[in-house]
């Protein structure tokens, strides 16, 4: 770390994305480092085709499931069958195997897109009665969003099961250099799937943040021979420069209501938190005289600012209230967020990642690969995505929020830096 309908309308946002954007692919894929034990077991059955389906929505659904540490597939060559509905299941075949629940449902061609339909279904009895469906949906997807319509239903099976909000709808951005003078801010899914650039520079791209909304990105841009804060709107494809103050500006981060941006700044010769309008404006000042103050971010009800500040000796993160003033130790070594659900704080500690409990001041590592530094966490608060070295390289991480499971994002060539995790892009 350095110190310088509902469906319809999320499938709308998507699509805004990609217009005006480039090569649509996928540069990196999760690789699983270390699973989880005591995961929960359930079974995703493959559905049921009619017609010919260019993904494999079970399988997707069976990684999503997977990839959020609280769940345990089981493999399909120990499946007992393969029913296509809950009135085929037969619950003892399936308990028997050590599932707690099992996933069924069909997919159908509908003249342009997909009907997706699924059930989920209790087969221990804990609902009740064994072989009780407790969810299921359907909704029709364009052809080309085919794995939205899974992730979906990951969405919602994962929501039911634990009773967290799921996040496999969400997204990823990152920075890919390769070699000197070749920067590519990247957006993807959460997955590393349906990835695309967002902008290409000669010049270093860095830190992009996402507002609060998804239609937009904050980054840092040195395009114009001098680092500037920029705001690139997605939709339109249009940026906005909301910081250039004479010297270094970097690491914006948008407060919880979109309006207002934090960025670190040294015109007066020591890096400083600024905050400036989300359309720009005189950025006004909240730190001075107390060391390098960089790494903003901002509590969810935006009342207080966490940032990394070498005011005592060695980079550590403080708090400060939005409006600045004094400035409490919170300890680590940067990079310090807090979760949504305001109870636990991510930040880099060495050069590990450390989960926080802010009620009872516990510490925890929870990874565990080298040089780990730009944590960001997902909107429901149950994983992190981080950059870290590996030989000479800068790869991507995935970690649980409790460490139990780990993950890489290995790309395809190039250096693979400052991951940021979208909010929800989805009303529910």
Sequence with gaps: MKLISRFTSMLGVIGLFMSGLVNADSDVRISIDEGVSIAQPIAIVPFKANGGVPADVAQIISDDLRNSGKFSPIPRSNLPAQPGSAAEIIPDQWSALGADNVVVGQVSSTGGGYNVAYQLIDVLGTSGAAGNVIAQGAFNVPAAQIRQGAHTVSDQVFEKLTQIRGAFRTKIAYVVQRGVS?????????????????????????????????????????????????????????????????????????????????????????????????????????????GNNTEPSWSPDGGSILFTSDRSGSPQVYRMSAAGGGA????????????????????????????????????????????????????NGTMVIYSSTKGVSKVLQLVSADGRFKANLPGAGGQYKFPAWSPYLTKQ
């Design 182 to 290: 070749s920067y590519e801010l990247r957006v993807s899914d959460y997955d590393g799937f349906n990835a695309f650039t967002v902008v290409k520079s000669k010049e270093p791209l860095m830190s992009p943040e996402w507002s609060p909304d998804g239609s937009k990105l904050a980054y840092v841009t040195f395009e114009n021979k001098k680092s500037q804060v920029v705001v690139h709107d997605l939709r339109s494809g249009v940026r906005k420069v909301v910081g250039s103050l004479k010297g270094h500006n970097g690491a914006p981060a948008f407060s919880p209501d979109g309006s207002r941006i934090a960025f670190a700044s040294n015109q007066d010769g020591l890096l400083n938190i600024y905050i400036t309008g989300v359309g720009g404006g005189t950025p006004r000042q909240l730190t001075s005289g107390a």
């Design 328 to 379: 409490s130790l919170i300890g680590g070594s940067g990079s310090g967020k807090i979760s949504a659900d305001g109870k636990n704080l991510i930040m880099v500690s060495g050069d590990k990642i450390v989960k926080r409990d802010l009620a009872s001041g516990s510490t925890e590592v929870i990874s565990s690969t080298f040089l780990d530094e730009s944590p960001s966490i997902s909107p």
